[in-house]
DNA sequence: TTTATTCTACCTACCAGTAGGTAGGTAATC
DNA sequence: GATTACCTACCTACTGGTAGGTAGAATAAA
């Protein structure tokens, strides 16, 4: 059971670096030292470890979520920033859902819908923190939570392309921190 | 010469569809209607045609923003935000800029080379718009240009991801007007 | 004005390499 | 003895790319 966690988490890796396109079951086989035929032992297709990545991303999301429960509205927002500048800080990755975003339309259906629910349940999230920090103060009153939402997913994503870009991780920092700002100030 | 520019047409609407691993030399070749081998008349490499869509990308941003040189600076930000809206209304396409990021790793240095300074113009040239911008009171005083300027492109990219999972393109623009209400609101 | 040459815009046929994927086997563990 | 975790050995389909050829238009030389 070890080897497919590791074979996850090579091509979840490669898959952040590269896109999905452009890793093979091979690269992962030379990663772990076995056979490429091994890997289908795990995963029977390629779809198959994509809907993998894909669910292994949505249940980190959720574990992640649950931790936060506690936190104000704005200190979500602040960790939700922080969780993908951290994945800018790990060598410029970017975002899984960014990455299947651009090969979107080359995908199976079934991670197509997999990962549309993944960025549903994100915003949501976004969006329920939202109407709560709006409500309470920590934002300001006159913005609708959902635009707010798709704002801040879109912040982080573009932040992250353009950290890769300007090969400098904490340009998606200060991006993100720019719309911080301008999400509180009143 | 007709069909060179034709095939970077095509080319350039599949990069936007699927991505620059996701067509191949074939999949031109088929909706042209020739060979295969006849590409490579007029495109050496797979590299050569990817930097040729890059700076055909390049001078096309050149002359829209020659253009529009007379224009004010909230006019310019609004028009650059109207220039990837339209990406997203012609079948959620996304930006080429956007899409190399992704696969940026797995890309020929050149291509690298190429695509960052596209990028860097882009930025470029929305900072100076920002500066006088911010000057001249069409936007918050409070704002840095830098910062500014890279918010907008990761808005505008992100917009563009955030259309094509919702299906629906008019969240990019919805989106985009959020940060640029943000951005002027006093 | 004819002839010779060269260029354009393709073609067929092929290459090595890699993609995802399968069939069937083996050695160790439960 | 069944299951687990691999393996070897293969397949088909396709990738980018090349070698060599050709019909016809353009250009230059006789």
Request: some cysteine.
């Amino acid at each position: 059971m070890e080897t497919k966690a590791q074979a996850l988490e090579i091509a979840k890796t490669q898959l952040q670096l590269r896109g999905y396109n452009g890793f093979s079951f091979q690269d992962i086989a030379n990663e772990l030292g076995i056979k490429k035929a091994s890997l289908h032992y795990y995963f029977s297709s390629k779809e198959d470890l994509g809907l993998a990545l894909i669910e292994d991303y949505a249940a980190a999301f959720q574990q992640w979520a649950d931790k936060l429960a506690e936190l104000s509205p704005y200190e979500k927002i602040e960790k939700y920033i922080l969780m993908f500048y951290s994945f800018a800080q790990d060598n410029l990755k970017i975002c899984p859902a960014g990455v299947f975003c651009v090969d979107f339309n080359a995908l199976p259906v079934r991670m197509q819908k997999s990962i549309t629910e993944l960025q549903d349940t994100q915003r949501r999230w976004l969006e329920k923190a939202l109407i709560r920090g709006i409500k309470d103060g920590d934002f300001k009153k006159s913005l609708k939570a959902k635009d707010t939402a798709n704002l801040l997913i879109a912040a982080c994503q573009g932040g992250l392309q353009l950290a890769r870009f300007q090969d400098n991780c904490r340009v998606m920092k200060s991006t993100c921190q720019t719309l911080l700002d301008l999400l509180t100030d009143i």
